[in-house]
C-alpha cells in the first residue's frame, strides 16, 4: 500500500455564494419588473422585425 490519500472535492468544484448584493438585486421586485419589460421588448422587436 502507498501513502495516497483521498481526497474531497477541490474548493473549484463548488459554485460560487452569490454576495448580499447580488441577492439583493435579484429579490428586488421593482428591478424584475425593469427586467421583465426590457426582455418583452426585446422578443417584441424580434417578432416584429420577422413579421416585416
Do not use: C
Not at 12 to 40: D, G, M
Amino acid at each position: 500500500m502507498g501513502t495516497n490519500k483521498v481526497k474531497a472535492y477541490y474548493d473549484e468544484a463548488y459554485p460560487p455564494v452569490p454576495s448580499a448584493n447580488t441577492l439583493y438585486w435579484r429579490k428586488n421586485l421593482l428591478w424584475q419588473l425593469v427586467r421583465f419589460v426590457i426582455l418583452n421588448v426585446k422578443m417584441l422587436r424580434i417578432v416584429a422585425g420577422g413579421h416585416s
